[in-house]
């Protein structure tokens, strides 16, 4: 009676999830975007693009650039966006510049004055990270600047104008911020973010790293707010490639083993990681993926480390990346029947200059003093000591604009453009990352797909109905059947063709060690994948001489029905697809050639899509394959 009990459970379950889901409509966000109202931002010379601005331009209004004071546009607008400024000292550096009294008589606050009178705000953003980096004591001297009452102003500003945006089916203003955990450098930041609107979130300030640098604090505030306030919210690891493989440990902060607790704990506040974004790829690297031959993709290896006589370079180690934690997550399941890395996966902006920019021919930087061609080669951190540990006149240590990725946004397959219904794709993972440009994809699995459904013009209809989306688990195996894949892509409408549609998967070998494959499942110019499993290039069109591109190669759909040939009943698995575009002209490309200088930057990116992965088992519930 109770497996009776269980699996019709399982049926609801997924009939609910068909319900809600059937009639998804694409849309485009960035979930991370900091304003003048950052600390870092401002000194990185973001006077005055505040929130307003980062809406107004999201929405593709025409706005002044805070640093040349331009006009700017964004090419395509986006449909949602999040102004997630950082929970730390929020508004404290523009509120200092302003003379704000609360925090101009502190110490520190007249030293950080001081500093800025003397053109020196990378000093300030140097002492204020080394003081993250040395794991926020209480006796710091930066915690006399994080005053509640400056951030509850600030908060409650920002509230303020994603109400103001806010147009309900037209755009979304959702509300959020950043939790920036930098202990011994290692970034364990997360975006948190709310469907609540702002009489609900004015009630809390936002818990910030100077609360605590422990994601499970963390997770625990946003448990107990939102039973006291009756609301919800999600956290989005991010930059997990310069978290010298802390992200995604197989323990907790204080390094004890993972419990079942744990792992239930961050899956249910941590359904989505951002996989890319302007500080560089997080997928995989080449030294992890030695077999992948995409792997090394806008890789970034820069610590936020201002400590003297540190490493400043980031180690590659399996914590690090999206990847290789979807394989961890496998075998912690094997030993804890609950796995804590089964996320789907976003990309965002991570701009620090108000403007939502991820396109490579209208990319502003990371920064707003970085915005120009002639500017980009200033470091994004340090002071303007001489010491090579400040960043700033070694380029070993520190990147510049040109290391930046003009990436990402976040693709979301929600029943309509507002707060509660992209909250809910987030919360069933229906989502997916692009470095950038808007491909679209289509991602189902189930156990009765057959070649009319991805030929007929209900394949989306049937995707649902037969099967499960992307982040979906697929449960309640037939007997002697292997899952089968519906995927679509198409191309970004103003964009670039594609290449092809790779499916990742991940896997536990028989001695319980999770391994990876990679398979080529649609292929544009009628290449074919060779005995050995490899492709040969799409070949390139771009003109380096004039940073241009042609769409004669490639393809502008790309859909298979894909069956895994090594399917094996008994493994655990997941599933995601990565579409790659043909190559296109690089941001770096384009400035190099305004200045007329000597090519030193990749002139070439194959952009990409990653969905959120598949999962064609329910261990969790009880089931194995029969």
């Not at 109400?163 to 509300?175: C, L, S, V, Y």
């Not at 070949?539 to 094996?568: C, E, H, K, M």
């Amino acid at each position: 009676m109770l497996k009776l009990l269980a699996k019709l459970l399982i049926v609801f379950i997924c009939c609910t999830h068909l319900t809600q889901a059937q009639s998804t409509r694409l849309l485009w966000g960035d979930t991370h975007l900091h304003t003048n109202y950052s600390m870092d931002a401002y000194l990185f010379g973001n006077h005055t693009a505040d929130p307003d601005t980062a809406y107004r331009y999201a929405k593709g209004l025409p706005v002044i650039h805070p640093y040349h004071r331009a006009r700017v546009r964004i090419n395509t607008p986006l449909d949602f966006l999040v102004v997630s400024d950082h929970a730390e000292l929020m508004g404290a550096t523009k509120s200092l510049a302003e003379g704000n009294p609360l925090l101009a008589k502190t110490a520190i606050g007249k030293h950080f004055i001081e500093l800025m009178k003397q053109g020196r705000p990378d000093q300030v953003f140097a002492e204020i990270v080394r003081s993250g980096n040395e794991g926020r004591r209480a006796d710091s001297p930066i915690n006399q600047l994080n005053s509640n009452a400056v951030r509850s102003m600030i908060w409650q500003q920002i509230t303020a104008s994603a109400e103001r945006h806010n147009e309900p089916g037209k755009f979304t203003a959702i509300i959020g911020w950043e939790w920036s955990s930098l202990v011994d450098a290692a970034n364990l930041h997360r975006i948190v973010m709310t469907p609540a609107a702002a009489d609900k979130a004015n009630q809390f300030i936002p818990y910030s790293s100077i609360d605590s640098t422990r994601p499970e604090d963390l997770w625990q505030w946003l448990s107990t707010t939102g039973e006291q306030l009756g609301i919800d919210f999600v956290a989005m690891p991010h930059n997990s490639n310069i978290s010298k493989g802390k992200m995604f440990a197989k323990a907790d902060t204080d390094g004890h083993p993972m419990t079942v607790d744990y792992a239930r704990t961050r899956m249910r506040w941590e359904p989505v990681v951002e996989i890319t974004q302007i500080k560089g790829d997080s997928e995989t690297h080449p030294l992890l993926s030695p077999n992948d031959e995409f792997a090394d993709f806008e890789t970034y290896r820069f610590l936020i480390d201002m400590r003297p006589d540190t490493n400043k370079v980031a180690p590659i180690n399996a914590g690090a990346y999206v990847r290789s934690a979807l394989r961890s997550g496998l075998e912690i399941e094997q030993d804890l029947g609950v796995n804590p890395f089964k996320f789907g996966l976003i990309g965002s902006t991570d701009s620090h200059t108000g403007l939502a920019s991820a396109e490579e021919e209208n990319f502003h930087g990371k920064r707003a003093t970085g915005a120009t061609p002639e500017t980009m080669s200033g470091k994004t951190m340090g002071n303007s000591s001489s010491d090579k540990n400040s960043f700033d006149n070694y380029r070993d240590y520190a990147p510049t604009e040109w290391d930046m990725s003009a990436s990402g946004l976040a693709a979301v397959w929600a029943t309509e453009n507002t707060r509660d219904a992209i909250f809910a794709a987030f919360k069933r993972r229906e989502v997916y990352a692009t470095s950038g440009p808007r491909i679209q994809v289509r991602f189902f699995a189930g156990w009765n797909f057959n070649k009319g459904d991805i030929k007929s013009k209900k394949m989306v209809a049937n995707g649902y109905r037969k099967g499960v989306p992307m982040g979906g688990e697929l449960t309640a195996a037939p007997k002697n059947k292997a899952p089968s894949f519906l995927i679509e892509a198409i191309k970004d409408p103003v964009g670039a063709n594609l290449d092809r549609v790779q499916v990742i998967k991940g896997y536990l070998g028989a001695n319980g060690t999770a391994r990876e494959k990679i398979y080529n499942v649609a292929l544009s110019d009628n290449r074919k994948v060779a005995s050995d499993g490899t492709v040969a290039a799409v070949g390139s069109t771009v003109d380096v001489a004039n940073a241009t591109y042609t769409n004669s190669i490639g393809a502008a759909r790309l859909a298979t029905l894909w069956r895994d040939p090594d399917f094996q009943p008994e493994e655990r698995a997941f599933y995601y697809v990565r579409v790659l575009q043909i190559p296109t002209p690089r941001h770096s490309l384009y400035n190099e050639l305004a200045l007329q200088q000597e090519k030193k930057s990749p002139d070439q990116i194959q952009e990409r899509a990653y969905t959120s992965p598949l999962v064609p088992n329910a261990y969790e519930y009880g089931h194995k394959w029969q």
